[in-house]
Every structure is written in structure tokens, then in C-alpha cells.
């Protein structure tokens, strides 16, 4: 199959705390794998994406880390800011097409 | 750089009507582009793959008669929802790359609202 899961479909934080977004796919040959941010009813903006052989990546408070053995990847933000409220889709590449994992609705409480 | 843009962003049309979308690239070639369908608090789902003159690649499910896809030119993409239907209602994005996959950064157009009614 060429699933991509995600988890959690929402997470609630208080501002400063870190979120964590984990996703599994199912497609070994998949070499590429973006996160993209999306506000309601906007296109998904690239915040981060690593490529299969990097295991972290690192953008200022946006990290991303990949396990290319066990296929799964996640996102961490740190000190989290009201305005990175919104929804939150990884993808994987399996076959040179872009899978989307289900999303997560981040909301970062002031 | 690599601004992708979308025309019409929302349209509305009668139920057994044909509306034309369409993605370009302004300021390069994509050699690649992409069309995704998203309902409400859904994921992105894509339905197809768009290589500059020749036939798109449907994903399974996406039936093909009713979803035209043309990709004359480096810069143009349309897609054709034909004889709509209200679940036709969604938010259709295009995307377009550089590359010859999705394994290159992909460019997101702002998006089409399509409400069939």
C-alpha cells in the first residue's frame, strides 16, 4: 500500500510548550518527505522537508526527524506561538507522487 | 520565485454543467504538475499527474471521463469537471515542480472553490 498516517488528528498546547506530530508510511522507496502548514481555505506552505538520507533537520524552532527503518517521521515545534495554529499535513513519495498523511489541527492557547 | 497561480478561485455552477480550472506557472517551466481535490477538514487527495504533452496519470478512483486534465504547454495545466455534480463540490489545488515527480519541492496554487448546485 502507499498509506501515510499521522497522529494526532488535534493537538491542543499552551503557548512556549512543543508539539509533536508523528507519521508512518508504508512505501520504503519513499525519499522525500515535506510538511506543510495550511490556514483555512489558504494553499499548504512547505515549512520543512527532509530527504532519506538525513535523519534531523533543523529550521529554527521547526525540526523535522526521519527513521527510515521503522518508516516513520516526525515534526517538532518548540516554543509554540498562537500564530502556528492551524493544520498540519506530512507526505511521503511512494512511487514519485505525493501522499498526504489525514492532518493535524494544532491550536497553541495563549 | 516559483509562483504558481490558480483561475478562477471560486466558481459556481448548475448541476450537469462543465467547469475548466486553471493552474500556471508564472515565473518557470513545470515540467510536472499536479491535481489535488480537498473536501472540509479533509486531506489533500491527489487525483492526478500532469506531464507537459502526454495523457495524465489518474490516480485509482479518479474516473478520467469526467476529470480532463490537459497539460499543453510548460506553464499550463486545466482540468475539466464535466457534467458536475453537487459532490463534485470541493476545493480543487494544482501543484507544479520543476522535476519529473514529487519526489522534487512542489509549488501550490491558491486553490479553486467549485460549488455544483
Known amino acids: 500500500g502507499e498509506n501515510v498516517e499521522q497522529h494526532p488528528s488535534t493537538l491542543s498546547v499552551q503557548e512556549g510548550d512543543s508539539a509533536v506530530i508523528k507519521c508512518t508510511y508504508s512505501?520504503?522507496?519513499?525519499?522525500?518527505f515535506p510538511w506543510y502548514k495550511q490556514e483555512l481555505g489558504k494553499r499548504p506552505q512547505l515549512i520543512i522537508d527532509?530527504?532519506?538520507?538525513?535523519g534531523e533537520k533543523k529550521d529554527q524552532r521547526i525540526a523535522v526527524t526521519l527513521n527510515k527503518t521503522a518508516k516513520h517521521f516526525s515534526l517538532h515545534i518548540t516554543e509554540t506561538q498562537p500564530e502556528d495554529s492551524a493544520v498540519y499535513f506530512c507526505?511521503?513519495?511512494?512511487?514519485?507522487?505525493?501522499?498526504f498523511g489525514q492532518g493535524t489541527e494544532l491550536s497553541v492557547k495563549p | 520565485g516559483a509562483v504558481v497561480s490558480q483561475h478562477p478561485s471560486w466558481v459556481i455552477c448548475k448541476s450537469g454543467t462543465s467547469v475548466k480550472i486553471e493552474c500556471r506557472s508564472l515565473?518557470?517551466?513545470?515540467?510536472?504538475m499536479f491535481w489535488y481535490r480537498q473536501f472540509p477538514k479533509q486531506s489533500l487527495m491527489l487525483m492526478a499527474t500532469?506531464?507537459?504533452?502526454?495523457?495524465?496519470?489518474?490516480e485509482q478512483g479518479v474516473e478520467k471521463d469526467k476529470f480532463l486534465i490537459n497539460h499543453a504547454s510548460l506553464t499550463l495545466s486545466t482540468l475539466t469537471v464535466t457534467s458536475a455534480h453537487p459532490e463534485d463540490s470541493s476545493f480543487y489545488i494544482c501543484?507544479?515542480?520543476?522535476?519529473?515527480?514529487?519526489?522534487?519541492?512542489?509549488?501550490f496554487g491558491p486553490g479553486t472553490r467549485l460549488t455544483v448546485t
Open positions: 501543484s507544479a515542480t520543476h522535476g519529473t515527480s514529487g519526489t522534487y519541492e512542489q509549488y
Open positions: 512505501d520504503s522507496a519513499s525519499n522525500y
Open positions: 527532509i530527504r532519506s538520507n538525513v
Open positions: 507526505a511521503a513519495t511512494p512511487s514519485g507522487r505525493l501522499i
Open positions: 515565473d518557470f517551466q513545470a515540467t510536472t
Open positions: 500532469s506531464n507537459e504533452g502526454s495523457k495524465a496519470t489518474y
